[in-house]
Nanobody, 121 residues
Framework: VQLVESGGGLVQPGGSLRLSCAASGRIFRITAPGWYRQAPGKQRELVAHITSGGSTNYADFVKGRFTISRDNGKNTVYLQMNSLKPEDTAVYYC????????????????WGQGTQVAVSS
């Protein structure tokens, strides 16, 4: 069981990127997935979080610009990032509080390897 992020890259200020986080393995359920980020020299911080029911919460610094969503059928979580700013530059990580497989095994606090987002002119 693992989470694999994709979609990062270099974008100009004001631009957009869409990150994807796909869970591999025989996944039955992903509980409380979210996106975090870590800029150089800073601690990892929560960006957005989505519950199984679809409720979302966002860090104040991305409200109105970023949107988290999930496709349960594809075991994938997305982060649409619009109006990007240089201060959004960071490695973005996907996290799941719990991943349950069809065999009933639970994996807790699963992290992806991260994807780099750079916002610069």
């Amino acid at each position: 069981v693992q989470l694999v992020e994709s979609g990062g890259g270099l974008v100009q200020p004001g631009g957009s990127l869409r990150l994807s986080c796909a869970a591999s393995g025989r996944i039955f359920r992903i509980t409380a997935p979210g996106w975090y980020r870590q800029a150089p020299g800073k601690q990892r911080e929560l960006v957005a979080h989505i519950t199984s029911g679809g409720s979302t919460n966002y860090a104040d610094f991305v409200k109105g610009r970023f949107t988290i969503s999930r496709d349960n059928g594809k075991n994938t979580v997305y982060l649409q990032m619009n109006s990007l700013k240089p201060e959004d530059t960071a490695v973005y990580y996907c996290n799941a509080e719990k991943i349950t497989t069809y065999s009933g095994v639970n994996y807790y606090q699963v992290w992806g390897q991260g994807t780099q987002v750079a916002v610069s002119s």
